[in-house]
């Protein structure tokens, strides 16, 4: 159990916040924890006469993170300006490594970009037809079959009819997941299973 703070230091670190300074301000001032100090200002309005100061602030803060991100864009730009057949099936292998099955060719994710590329790389790398794909979908009771099936079709490009079923969980996650989670098989994906293991075992030699 942490230590309970000095009702003086309570005090120091609302006066601190309605004179508009920031968590990371107060937290250098009186050298306690990000959580601890939110408890006590979360509530705690900024004065009106620190009110511009603490807007100055904030902007401040967005145009960094802003810069930061076109930043980050620009590098990544540069760093990707194309990718090789070679690096797309290494790509691949590190995604299939990370998120799918140890034992058959599955993958199951509710990130439709991370299933789009996937299949998008089964198909332009490896030469996976859309007839060798076994595609399946699981959501929760509160969530619409339909809805979900044509939402996870226009992600995969595979029609509404050819997925093979729909797996209904009780409980309600319409707030948090929205379209469910799609599976992805390749139909007698035995040697392509062997083939990732065998280029992540490659890939483990160079680090």
């Known amino acids: ?42 509530n705690v309005p900024i004065l009106p006469e620190y009110q511009k100061f603490w807007l100055e ?3 401040s803060s967005k145009r960094r993170k802003k810069i930061a991100e076109e930043e980050a864009i620009k590098k990544a730009k540069q760093t990707i300006l194309s990718l090789s057949e070679k690096e797309k099936i290494i790509f691949l292998t590190a995604l299939y490594w990370g998120e799918g099955s140890k034992h058959e060719f599955g993958l199951s994710n509710t990130d439709p970009d991370l299933v789009r590329v996937l299949i998008n790389g089964l198909r332009q790398t490896l030469g996976i037809s859309s007839d060798r794909l076994s595609l399946s979908i699981r959501i929760y009771e509160d969530l619409d079959r339909e ?29 948090k ?4 989670m799609c599976r992805v098989r390749i139909k007698k994906g ?7 293991v065998a280029l992540r075992n490659e890939i483990k030699t160079f680090f």
């Open 177 to 180: 997941l929205e379209f469910g």
């Open 190 to 196: 035995g040697n392509v299973l062997k083939y990732m």
């Open 57 to 59: 602030k904030r902007n």
């Open 1 to 42: 159990m942490s230590k309970a703070l000095h009702p003086g230091t309570i005090q120091k670190i609302r006066l601190l916040r309605q004179k508009g300074w920031s968590l990371p301000e107060i937290k250098k001032e009186i050298n306690v924890g990000y959580g601890t100090i939110f408890r006590y200002v979360k």
């Open 147 to 175: 809805k979900c099936l044509k939402f996870w079709s226009g992600v995969t490009g595979v029609p509404v009819d050819k997925f093979i079923s729909v797996n209904v969980l009780k409980g309600k996650k319409a707030g």
